[in-house]
């Protein structure tokens, strides 16, 4: 079983941010926060993660709570190529187990 | 790089039939996995090869699902005879090696339909 809770879909307007929520509550001192995404008929892609401290690439921005409880992922200028399933992961590991993940539109 | 490369990218075949997946990973990438994708789930890790070793095959329904990667390179998953319940996206993936930090490589996959 998934051990993360995603909300099933969020809209974006274009241009903003969007912020994507995910919660880990259960997560083990070893275990690293993963994201990917899934365009439409593509295969997941990896976006970014992190342990401890929050995280930026190319993509995305990742903040984890200190707790590690939970953690947003950041797309700082949503576009329409951002319309994608995005998969919040937590393994200790290299081994993926995906949730349902978080359904993200980006409306023009 | 070249990417992950997966053939055939459809496939129909009737129940009961057999069919079998191909799939090249990214060249110098250790690690390969095949995923069952059912429509509107995320993906599931059906198996794991560390070279042509299996690391895990324990989400494999072994009565009908076999996968084999005899040179450490390609791989093929093949299903025989197909139910139903097979239908879905059959996803390979690769990653350098096993570390928690490698990030794994998607191909595009094969949509397998079973009537």
């Known amino acids: 079983d998934a051990k993360t809770t995603q909300p099933p879909s969020m809209d974006c307007a274009e241009g903003r941010a969007a912020n994507l929520p995910c919660n880990h509550s259960t997560i083990s001192g070893n275990e690293y926060v993963y994201w990917y995404r899934q365009i439409h008929s593509q295969g997941p892609q990896y976006i970014i993660h992190?342990?401890?401290n929050n995280e930026t690439n190319e993509m995305a921005s990742l903040i984890i709570t200190e707790d590690r409880k939970s953690s947003t992922l950041i797309l700082p200028h949503a576009t329409l190529r951002d319309t994608a399933v995005y998969y919040c992961?937590?393994?200790?590991?290299?081994?993926?187990?995906f949730g349902g993940g978080t359904r993200l539109m980006v409306k023009p | 790089e070249a990417g992950v490369a997966q053939s055939p990218r459809y496939k129909i075949i009737e129940k009961r039939q057999s069919v079998a997946f191909w799939c090249n990973p990214i060249?110098?990438?250790?690690?390969l996995y095949w995923y069952q994708q059912i429509l509107g789930q995320g993906p599931k890790l059906l198996i794991q090869f560390q070279n042509n070793g299996v690391v895990d095959d324990s989400q494999l329904p072994k009565d009908r699902f076999s996968a084999e990667r005899l040179k450490g390179v390609d791989s093929t998953l093949k299903i025989q005879p197909a139910k139903l319940e097979d239908s879905a996206v059959y996803l390979c993936?690769?990653?350098?090696?096993?570390?928690?930090?490698?990030?794994?490589?998607f191909g595009p996959g094969t949509r397998l339909t079973v009537l």
């Open positions: 992961i937590v393994n200790a590991g290299n081994m993926l187990t």
């Open positions: 060249s110098g990438h250790a690690t």
């Open positions: 993936a690769s990653s350098l090696d096993m570390s928690s930090y490698n990030e794994q490589f």
């Open positions: 992190g342990l401890k």
